[in-house]
C-alpha cells in the first residue's frame, strides 16, 4: 500500500479528532504530505471517522489526481493543498469544525493572545479568513493568504485550519486552540479579556523554542 503509515496516521488522527468533539459526523478533514514524492495522504470525502480504514485515505498529488485509492478525496483538498504549497515547512493538516473555534469564525473574529498557548500556532492571533463556500479553490486562497505567517486560520463561518510540521503536531495545535478559543469566549462572557501584549507574546515566542524535550516532542505547556 502506497503510504501505508501516513494513511493509517490519518485514520487514526481522524478518530482523535472525532472522540475529542473537534468535528461532529463526517465534517472536518485531515492530511499528511510527503514532499519527497510530491504526495498527500487525505481522508476521503462523506465517511465518518470511525468508518474510515488506512485503504479508505486516498492519496492525491497536489493538483488532486488520484494517485492510489478507491475513495473519493475530501471536498478540501485544494485547501489543504494550497498550504502545502505555501508553507513548505509544514507536513500535515487539520481541519476542524471544532464549537468554540468555529463561534469566533462565524463572527469573523481572530483569536487574541488571552493565553500563551497560542504561541503554538507561530504568532500573536490566529486571524479569520472571509467565508467562501467550502471545497472551492477561493475558500483556500483566501484561507492560505490571511494566515501570512500563522501556521492556523479561521475560516468565515466553517471552521480552523491547523498545520504542523507532522500530524502530531497540527492535531495539538487544533486542541490548543479550541481550547484558547473557548478561554476567550468564556472570558467575554464576564468582561474583557486581558490580552498579552506584543512584548509579552514576544517573550513566550523566544521560550517555547528551548520547551519541550531534545527530540522537539511536546505535550503541553
Not at 472522540?19 to 465517511?47: E, F, H, K, Q
Request: glycine fraction near 10%; proline fraction near 5%.
Amino acid at each position: 500500500m502506497l503510504m501505508r503509515e501516513e494513511r493509517e496516521l490519518v485514520a487514526e488522527f481522524g478518530r482523535q479528532m472525532s472522540a475529542a468533539g473537534l468535528s461532529a459526523g463526517t465534517s472536518g478533514n485531515i492530511s499528511v504530505y510527503d514532499p519527497g514524492r510530491g504526495l498527500m495522504a487525505i481522508s476521503p470525502s462523506g465517511i465518518g471517522y470511525f468508518d474510515t480504514r488506512p485503504e479508505d485515505v486516498v492519496v492525491t498529488d497536489l493538483e488532486a489526481r488520484i494517485v492510489e485509492g478507491d475513495r473519493k478525496p475530501s471536498s478540501e483538498w485544494a485547501l489543504h493543498a494550497l498550504f502545502y504549497k505555501r508553507k513548505p515547512h509544514i507536513r500535515a493538516v487539520v481541519h476542524t469544525h471544532s464549537m468554540y473555534c468555529t463561534t469566533f469564525a462565524v463572527l469573523g473574529r481572530p483569536l487574541q493572545a488571552v493565553h500563551y498557548a497560542i504561541a503554538d500556532a507561530g504568532a500573536a492571533e490566529v486571524p479569520c479568513a472571509p467565508y467562501y463556500p467550502f471545497g472551492t479553490l477561493e475558500l483556500a486562497e483566501a484561507a492560505v493568504d490571511t494566515a501570512g505567517v500563522c501556521d492556523a486560520v479561521l475560516l468565515g463561518n466553517h471552521g480552523l485550519v491547523a498545520c504542523g510540521r507532522d500530524l502530531v503536531g497540527a492535531f495539538s495545535l487544533a486542541r490548543n486552540l479550541e481550547y484558547v478559543a473557548e478561554l476567550q469566549y468564556r472570558a467575554l462572557c464576564i468582561g474583557t479579556p486581558n490580552v498579552l501584549s506584543a512584548e509579552q507574546m514576544a517573550d513566550v515566542m523566544v521560550r517555547f523554542q528551548s520547551y519541550g524535550q531534545p527530540d522537539g516532542k511536546k505535550t503541553g505547556y
